[in-house]
Structure formats: C-alpha cells, structure tokens
C-alpha cells in the first residue's frame, strides 16, 4: 500500500483521480489528503510524509517546482499531472520523471503507479528532482537515462551518437563507453532537439560538436572524434551542412 | 556572375597605359617578321595576350596559330604559352570550362620543361576560371597550390595576386574570417615592402568585408584610407573605383544623397578618363539612387544614358538591365512625371511593355534567368492591372518557371559553398595539428618568419565590373528573398488551413460527449473524453507541421477512428493496411490529410446504413508515388442524394485547396480522386512519395 497526496488548483482534477484510484488494484493507493495551493500542499507533505505526491505543474500562481524547492531531501516520488505545459514534459522527460496528461486515463495511471512500486531508490530521487529544479527553465546538462541498474544521469555532452536499434537505442559515449536503453532514436531526437545533435541517417542521430570531417558523397559519411563513420541520408546532406556550415 | 575580374602575371607585361602603342608595335612586327622561328611565336603570343582584353576572337586566332607554329618548330616554351593565350581568350569569352582545360595544357607542358613559375601562374588563372564557374572548392585547391610555389619562389606578385584570390574566394563563401585573414596578410607583406598600392587594395578589400559584413561604419573607415592612398598616388582609375564603393556603401546605409555625390565623383574621373564601362556602372547605380530621392525624371535620364553607352559597348546583360530599370521606374512613377520624360502619360504601358519585351529578348539571349524572372514579373503585374488575365497567368508561369531555374542554381552554388566551407574548417584544423608538431621539431620561429617574409603586390582587386554587378548581386538577393516570401505565403495559408481543421473538428467531438451524457452513459462519455483529449493533443502538435511521418497521421486516424467506433457501436468498424515493404516512420506526408475523407466516408457512407459498414483504408506505393486508398462499403450514389463529388464538406474543400497548394509548393501533381464502387465509395489519394531520410 502506497501513501499518497494530491497537489492542484482545481478541484476537479483532484476528484478526477480520486475517482479512478480506487480502481487501480496493483499497487493499492492511500489517499492522505489533498491540497490546492503550494503552501497547503508542503504543511501536507510534512504532517503526512506521503511516499507518492501527485503534482500539479501550475497551481494558481505559483508552481509544483517552486513547492519541491521548499522541500529539500525529498523522500517521496512524484508524478507530475499537466494539462499542456510543454516546456515542463521536456524537463520531465529529461529527468526520466514521471507525468500524467489531464485528463487523466486510467491505462496510464496505471502504467504510472506500476512504475512506482518497482523504484523506492531515495538517492536516485533526489537526483532527479535535483536536476529538474537545475533544468527548469534553462538547457538541462545532464540527461536521465532509465537502464536495468535505475536511473543513470548521462551529461549531454558527452554522448557522442545514438543508434537505433529497433526499439532500444544504443548511446556511444565520450571514452569509449557504450549504454543501451530502452528508448527510440526518434523520442532522443525529441530530447536533443535543442542542443547540437543532428539526425544524420534513419538510424543515427550524431552529436555535431564531435564532427571531424565531412566526406563528399551521394549523402557522404561523417568521421567522428571516437573514429567510427556514419553514414549521411542523401536527403539530409543538405540541411546537415548548412548546419555545420553555421557552427 | 563576376565580381572581380583579376588580370595575371608574370608573362603578362603590363597594359596600364599606353595600350594601342602596344598592341600596333606588336601588329607591326607579326607582319614584317615572318620567319618561322620561336620569336614570331612571342609575337603572336603576346599579340594574343594583348587582344584577350579587348578582342579575344581575334586573340584566339592569333593563338590557334601560334600552336600550330610551335607544333611545327617543336618549341614547348613557347607552346606552353600559346596554349596560356588561348585560355585568357577563352576565358574572357566567358568559355571557362574550355579555358580550363587549355590552363591545365599549358601546366603540363611547363611542368615538363621545369618552370616552376609558369606553373603557379597557371594553377592561379585555373582558379580563377573555376571561381567564374562557381566551383569554389577548387578554385581555392589552384589559388592554395598557386601561393605555395609563389612563395617558395619568392615571387611577390605571385603571391600577393594568390593571397588575393584566396580572399575573393572565401569572401563570396561568406567567409569573411578567412577573406580578412587573406587580405591582411597581403596588407602585412605590402607593409614590409613598403607597397602602398597594395596596402590600398588590402585596404579597400577588407572594407568591403566589413560592407558585407554590414559593419558599414568601419567598411567606410578602410575605404576612406585606401582612398587617401589612391590620391597621394593620382591613381584616377582607382579613385574612381574607391569613389564608387564608398557610394555603394553610403547607399546600403540609406543614405541616398551621400550616395549620389560619390557616384557624381566616380563619374567625373570617369568621364575624364573615357572609361565608359565606368560611366554606364556609375549612371545605372546613380538612377537607382535617384529613384530612391523620388527624383524620377533625373533617375530615368541616368538610366537611359547607362543604356545607351553599355548598347554601345555592347555589354549587352548591363543594357537590359537598364531597360528593365527604366520600365519598373515609368511604372511607379507618378503622373506628374511624365511630361518631362517626353511621354505621355497614356503611353505608361506601351512603353513600359516595350522596354520590357527588349529586355526580356537580351535576358533569353545572355541566359540571365534572375533577369528574366524579375521582367515576366513586372510584365504580369502590368497585365494583371489592366485586367488581361490570360496573359497575366501566362507570365506568372514564365515567372514561376524561370525563379525555379534560378533557385535551382543557387541551391547547387549553396550547397557546393557550404561543402567548401565546412572541409575549409576541418582542413585548417588538420593543418594546424600538422603545424604544431612541426613547429615543436623545427624552432618554430625560424619558420614562422619565413612564412611571413615572402612580399607580393596585390593585383586588380577591385575592378570595373565590380560596381554593376554589385547592383545585381543585391538584386539577386531580392529575387531570392520574394521567392521566400512566396514559399512562405503558401506555408501560412497551408497553416491557417490545417488550423480550421481544429475547430471544425473539435465541435463535432464536443457534440458526441454531450450526447452521451444525455443519454446517462457517464462511462461512455468519460472514455470517449480521454481519448478525445489525446486525439486533441495530437492533431494539435500534428497541425504545426506541415509534413508528419505517416506513422504519426496512421496513429491520429486510428485514434479518431476508434472515436467514432465508439459512437457509433456497433455500425462502425474499420481496418488499416499498409504495404509491409513500407517504413511508415520514414514516409513524409501533409499532416491531417486523411482525417476529412474518413469523416466523409463515416457520415455519408456508413451511418446511413442500418446494418453499419467497415471503413478500410490501404497505403500502398506504386513506382514514385503513394496511393492513400479509403474505401467505405456504405450508401453509394442513390437517387435521392446528391453526387458523389458534391457531397463535399468544408474539410474536404480545404482539403483540396491545401492539395493545390502543395502542388504548387512542390511543384507536383498530388491529386485526390472518386471512385464508385459496388457497393461504397472509395478516394485515392495519391502524392509523391516523399522520406524523411
């Protein structure tokens, strides 16, 4: 049995999920309260010590960031619930937290509350929140990367390429180290958008700041700094050296 | 397009002045002196030479038979020449390629007979051949090979006309790092050697990086000291070039007024010196500068005098730019103008359309297509007004086409620039690993000082042709931008389409809720809203797109196809099908394409059923193209309901403005068709196949 409490701004989206908990079999949750402002929801979390907080993003005029940087240490997890904040998805993506889209659909709250139960890791959470409150707002350095072991903070700039490989994605890091995680290429080339990374080819995404050289071709092929080549789609050779040619 | 046209080198003796005295001894002496000995062949060379600047069919037969002199007389000195001959008349017919390949003759030869600077020669007018043909990669390769035996000759001009080069290169690479690094090291070997002519063409170089740089304060500053050189010297040729420049300067700073008293002073040197090509350059930028000020009459006599000198000096692309020029001017300008001008004002368009119609015959004629482009344009304006719009469509295809023939061309000069420009980076950087190391091993000051002691005289930098075509460039990046403009109308429209989609579609959702809870299935309406929201998300972030992956769009058609499933349990069902050999994740299409169509198959084909029907849709490809089928096995044609192709909703008829558009933007034949079957209806959609990858 989980302890659990509900941070929003609106009352209907609290009733929303109080409805569909109880139809959640695996893991059971114990609702401890709710709250509807920030200052509510951190005198709740102390009386309570809940292990589950379901987090709005924007609560009136303050944010659920604004209440995680008035708890440090945290010891509970957090499942984000928003309606369109995309900025924050991005954060939480990158910091491998978890969210629910309002409204809420039972499927995915119960693929949320499963993930729950399996990683209780206190150090790993507070990383996580850590570098989300780091990443808010700003470009996030690091990335977190789900892998067998938990959660492995990965810094962006040190990933040198990623490979798809089917539904896994294989990440070549700077020092020859190598990890492969259970995520597509394409949703990488959603986190990366912002940064220096370039999807070359259908299976490779390539960080272009460990470019060597370009060599002509139909697409051509990149060297890279680790010395493997990639091949370059004919269709993206354009774009790819307008991009190089800007850096 | 030429921008700098540089004269070379060592063989070469210098032309400055006294031109004709040259050129009549040098006729005198090809037809006194007629033994067949290697002397009459330095004759006829430099005889062919002299006349590459001035005649160059008469230089190429005075150099076609100096080759089949030497041939007979076995002399490869002076062959090898010959052949360099040629090429300058070649070149200056605008025949690069063939120019090229006479260069590349001429090296071989003086490589066989070991003259290392003849070599370096070649290799530098090679570059320059390849630079008029936009081939960057290696004019810089021959200018880069050039410096290197200049250098290790000692040769100063050698080296400052390759450094020079280098400079011209990067900087039409929009290098500008590397084109100011060239130039002041060419300022620095001049500076040592005490060179003021070169130290003013470094000069004035840089400050025209810095014009392109749009650093137009300090791109004055340098031209104004290159200028101070140029008087000290009573160089009149280069001060008019320096006047010119800092006008074209002060025009790209709006500043009109300032702009027109330069021109003015160019002009007067101009005139002075008889240089015609300068003058015309000087009347057509002054005209525009005119315009600028409203000042119509004077703009339109400054232009027509350009036009009348570049007819009579034939440069015939710069007269139908004036032509042109003087249309687009009669055109905008008031009423009130024309009874100084002499014409009518009822004549505005037949004179306009004649001036353009000559223009356009030049422009076919030269191959300008950004020219011919442009006059198409200001032709269907005029007919579009005049309420001609058979001819106005007419034209606007012409336009259409040739903007593409020239959006074709920059795109292959762009990509080729951009090749350049990264394999530039990447080469630099190897040098310098390479320099390092060698530094470490060899006393790095030693070398660093011989690198940097070998002097030059700087060549030509700045010539006439400079000015015009300057102009033109601008021109061109005008050209280029409205065909931007006009790519991106159609991306806005496309946009403000695939948004009314949203709407349209969200109220009919809206409505099934409200319907589900009247009818007290809370449930239904609670799943129904889930997903409602998730198809919401999708075609949202979808619609900001022009194009989605199919896999996307097979996702959002599935999702509101479960939707209406619901809705309609249990008429509804439905199937997808997509060729296995397809990668739905790769294949590009017009982001919600397919929704409006299984709309129209739901409400008009199947809901009228009793029994239900199933909606299939099949993606298949067929050689370049993709046939996006949906078939319905519902009502058909009936009597009682109107035709098939008038059962059209708002959707559809976005749908197919949008097809129309992107037949435009792609410039494609996508189409959308009907077909009756028995019983049911189905539409092929059918697009080219685009990837992503």
Redesign the interface.
Known sequence: MIKAVIIDDEQHCIDRLCNLLPEIKNPVIKMSGTAQTVDEGISLISKHHPQLVFLDVQIADKTGFDLLKAIPDAQFQVIFTTAHERYALQAFRFCALDYLLKPVDVDELQAALLKVNASKNNSVISEQISELLKGIGTKPRKIGVPTLNGIVFVPVSEIIRCHADGNYTELHLAGKKQMVVSKTLKEFENLLADYSFFRVHHSDLVNLDYVKSYNKGKGGYLMLDDNSSVEVSSRRKEELLKKLGSM | MRILILILLGIVTSIANGEHNVLDSLLKQAQQYRVEDTNRASVLNQLSIELSNSDFEKGMAYADSSISLCKRINSDIKLATAYYAKARNLSSDGQDSLAIANYQIAYDLNKKIGKELACGTMLQNMGISFYNLSYYKKATEMHTKALAIFKKLKNEKGTSAALNSLGIVAMELSDYSHAIEYYFESLDLAKRNNDSVVIANALMNIGIVYKNLSDLNKAITYMNNALRIYQQQSNDLYIAKAFNNIANVYGEMKQPGKSLEYYQKALEINKQSDYEYGIASNYINMGIELRQLNRYTEAYNALDKAGSIFRKIDDKNNYGISLKTKAALLLAAPDSVFPSLGISVSQRNSVSKNLLHEAQNIFSETGDYASLSDVSDELCNMFEKSGDYKNALELYKQRVAYRDCVLIDE?KIE?E???M???YA?REQELKVANIQKQAELKSEQLKRKYTLAGGIALMLISGGFFVSYKRRKDALHKRKEAELNTERIESELKALRLQMNPHFMFNSLNSIINFIDQHKTQTASDY??KF??LM?MVLENSENPEVPLADELQSTELYLSLEAIRLKPKLTYAIDIESSL?A??IMIPSMLLQPFVENSIIHGITPLSDGGTISISIRQQEQWLYITIDDNGAGISPDKPALTERKSMAIKISNERIALFNERHQTHASIEYVQLNPGTRVVIKIPLT???
């Open positions: 795109n990509v620039k951009l090749e420009k990264y394999d990447t809203s889930v929201a998730k998300r990668d994740e790769n990837l992503q990858f």
